[in-house]
Structure formats: C-alpha cells, structure tokens
C-alpha cells in the first residue's frame, strides 16, 4: 500500500506561482509513475503532469506545457509540480497519484490518491 500526502496550495493572483509537493510513503515497484491531476467544480478530472521515477522522464497536459514543471526528490521519495504564470482556469483541486509501470494519462488507471489541495487563482 502506498500513501501520498500533498501540499504547497493557496490563494493567489494571475500571473503568480506556486509549488505543489507530494510525498509518498510505503511499497513500491521498481517501476512507477508520479503524476498530477486536477479538478475543477462540475469538471472530469483530468492529467496534469508525471514523472517516471525510474528515468526521470516527464510529462505534460498540452494546458500546461511550458508553464508547469514537474521534477523529483529521489531520497525524500517526493515530487514537486512548480506553477508559473498561473490562470484563473487553473483553479482546481489538485491530486498526487502513484501508478505502477508506464505513463498513461488517465486517472481510471491510478490506484493511489493524496487528498487534494485546493489551487485558487484570482483573475
């Protein structure tokens, strides 16, 4: 079993940033992958950003793509997602999910959760 505790959101204006961390704790296979989904009222939740911890590669939501920044702390087992020139359509609750093997971008195919942290961008 794996737990994710997740933190780092908050109020603030357009333009600003903020870092989202995640931290996980208990087993893992050789091989898996840390990723960010977000959730807006009314909306699907959806990916945001990963990280294969094996290889260090990334990945990105075409929304995000040159804004966002995923990357890893191997020895605190935690990820980081750093938000730049940040949207009011990133207002979400963001999600720190774990899945075993490859990258895929769907949430249906994660099987660990944190509990969300509130992200608030004013216009």
């Known amino acids: 079993q794996v737990q994710l505790v997740e933190s780092g959101g908050g109020l603030v204006q357009a333009g600003d940033s903020l870092r989202l961390s995640c931290t996980a704790s208990?087993?893992?296979?050789?091989?898996?992958?840390m990723a960010w989904f977000r959730q807006a009222p009314g909306q699907e939740r959806e990916f945001v950003a990963g990280i294969d911890w094996s290889s260090g590669g990334t990945y990105y939501s075409n929304s995000v793509k040159g804004r966002f920044t995923v990357s890893r702390d191997n020895a605190k087992n935690t990820v980081y997602l750093q938000m730049d020139s940040l949207k009011p359509e990133d207002s979400a609750v963001y999600y720190c999910?774990?899945?075993?093997?490859?990258?895929?971008?769907?949430?249906?195919?994660?099987?660990?959760w944190g509990q969300g942290t509130q992200v608030t961008v004013a216009s």
């Open positions: 208990g087993p893992t296979s050789s091989r898996y992958i």
């Open positions: 999910a774990v899945r075993s093997g490859f990258y895929v971008p769907y949430a249906r195919s994660y099987g660990f």
